[in-house]
């Protein structure tokens, strides 16, 4: 290989040897428990659904675990359905192979462009590999019995090996009648050979399962097959690429057609699913399409920012599943956390959704997305504006030393402490809150208002309030923040603050505020044209 006549060749391939090792006797076994439970939590289902969707590979893949153990894996699993998943998977790419071996030798024959000779063999194939006929029983027990001996090790058992045990009836071997194991073969060969069949022969299969006898030896025909499309693997760089292409043209279209832009959403969805397949702790890609499939819900409808989720629509079981993916990679990740507590809030999980706030602010209690929408769940959920008033305070103080910092760094000579402090919040609270950091705010504008290191600015974001009182979990923010300040802030009276003291109290989507610094009195502001409190729409 590529070490050989190297100094360190022995020893690194005793370490590679050793790998191995461990990969075939700890890591395959210790999966095979895990995959099981999974499958088990499946069969529950009434529907089919969850193993037509099951993403067997990425699993496999996510464990290390190379798509040529899958033989080794089936030894160890006793589950009757998890046994019969592994089979079929096994199937399909040894007809995958067979399929493509036979398209290459009808090319070298033909020697000709033309589609239909290649749609008259695939279909001639598939009806062999499926249908009822006794050579298909003969295919089965023969070629493809070889196969899976040659390809994966300890892919049969002692029975299934024997020359007159008939293979083809694993296909049939489920815990549940719901489950038509020639339809999940036939669906996963379309997926890896770039099969493309009508809407037709599909509505057929799925709903009237186990009629393929009925259908006889030729289940299909030359006119159930549309396309026979160009598989090819490339780096997965592209894929990332493509599906970011497609995101942003959904999100351009978001705004003026969410149903046009939720084709787009779902393309991009299927690319970063292939990125997952081939890297499947990519946490970006995971949070996007737990993004993009919660908004396949909001799409159209009014008042998203109010709406609930139904944790019994899949789409939301969906998203919950990428979103649980993303943290088991990352615990640490305070976007993940925080987009997470923020889904968990609309489902109407509150401690939850409490929880995974926190957790966002362990990791960085500078945050004022997470800040700002924690003060919102206080008030709207809780009641409790009291302490929601400290996040909000906590909020308002980063987001200015953000702006502060930012002129400065740009040169046009920064924000003097305490000249117009409330009229530059209100200005930042207008501009940053509705374009920045609220629920529709990119991860780039989230990282970019998390990094505030100034200490010049640092300095003057200091509070007073004590707010390891409320949570335990937030000591770390209440040691940084319970410092003296060296001076305090002046009193402002302009046009823009209209009146005394520190804004105290903010909510999303436009803020509503009152005074905490002076008396809680009334506060007139030209942009509200109201008394007391500013609202936005």
Not at 173 to 201: M, P, V, Y
């Amino acid at each position: 290989g590529f070490i050989r006549g190297h100094d360190l060749e022995g020893e690194h391939a005793m370490e590679i040897q050793e790998a191995t090792n461990h990969l075939i006797s700890v890591v395959v076994p210790g999966f095979a428990s895990e995959l099981t439970r999974q499958i088990e939590k499946l069969s529950k289902d009434k529907t089919s659904a969850g193993f037509e969707n099951f993403r067997l590979t990425e699993a496999v893949h996510a464990k290390g675990i190379n798509i040529r153990y899958l033989g080794i894996l089936r030894r160890h699993v006793t589950h009757r359905n998890t046994n019969t998943l592994l089979l079929i998977e096994m199937v399909a790419r040894i007809i995958k192979n067979s399929l493509r071996l036979r398209l290459r030798e009808k090319m070298r024959s033909l020697k000709l462009p033309l589609e239909e000779p290649y749609h008259r063999l695939v279909v001639d194939y598939l009806n062999l590999v499926i249908g009822t006929s006794d050579q298909s029983e003969e295919y089965w027990n023969n070629n493809i019995k070889i196969s899976l001996a040659k390809k994966f090790e300890s892919a049969l058992n002692d029975e299934e090996k024997h020359e007159n045990y008939p293979l083809k009836d694993i296909l049939t071997h489920w815990t549940t009648e719901n489950i038509d194991g020639k339809l999940l073969l036939f669906n996963r060969i379309q997926k890896i050979c770039g099969l493309k069949f009508s809407a037709t022969i599909h509505k057929e299969l799925f709903t009237a399962k186990h009629t393929w006898l009925s259908r006889g030896e030729q289940p299909f025909d030359d006119t159930d097959m549309e396309e026979l499309i160009v598989r090819v693997k490339h780096m997965n760089i592209i894929n990332y690429a493509q599906a970011y292409s497609l995101n942003l043209k959904g999100n351009m279209a978001w705004s003026t057609n969410p149903i046009y832009a939720q084709r787009f959403f779902n393309l991009s969805t299927i690319r970063f699913e292939e990125v997952l397949s081939l890297d499947p702790e990519n946490i970006d890609a995971l949070c996007h399409c737990a993004e993009m499939t919660l908004r396949s819900i909001e799409g159209g409808l009014n008042a998203v920012s109010h709406m609930v989720y139904d944790f019994r629509d899949e789409r939301v079981i969906k998203a919950n599943h990428y979103f649980r993916r993303a943290i088991q990679v990352d615990p640490s990740d305070g976007y993940v956390l925080f987009q997470y507590a923020q889904f968990l809030d609309k489902c109407g999980k509150l401690e939850l959704a409490e929880e995974f706030y926190l957790r966002s602010l362990e990791v960085d209690s500078n945050n004022p997305a997470c800040l700002h929408e924690y003060g919102n769940f206080l008030t709207l959920r809780k009641g409790n504006d009291v302490d929601a008033e400290k996040f909000f305070k906590r909020f308002s103080r980063c987001t200015e030393a953000r702006g502060c910092a930012g002129k400065e760094e740009g040169g046009e000579g920064g924000v003097e402490t305490g000249k117009e402090e409330g009229g530059e919040r209100r200005r930042l609270i207008g501009v940053v809150v509705e374009s920045s950091i609220s629920r529709d705010g990119s991860k780039s504008d989230f990282k970019h208002l998390s990094a505030l290191q100034d200490d010049s600015w640092r300095n003057r974001a200091r509070s007073e309030i004590d707010l390891s009182s409320y949570s335990a979990a937030l000591r770390s923010v209440a040691d940084e923040i319970k410092v003296k300040r060296t001076g305090e802030v002046g009193n402002n009276n302009n046009n823009n603050n209209g009146g005394n003291g520190r804004a105290g109290l903010g909510r999303s989507r436009g803020v509503e505020w009152r005074g905490g610094g002076g008396e809680e009195g009334k506060r007139s502001s030209p942009q509200s044209g109201r008394n007391g409190t500013r609202k936005g729409g």
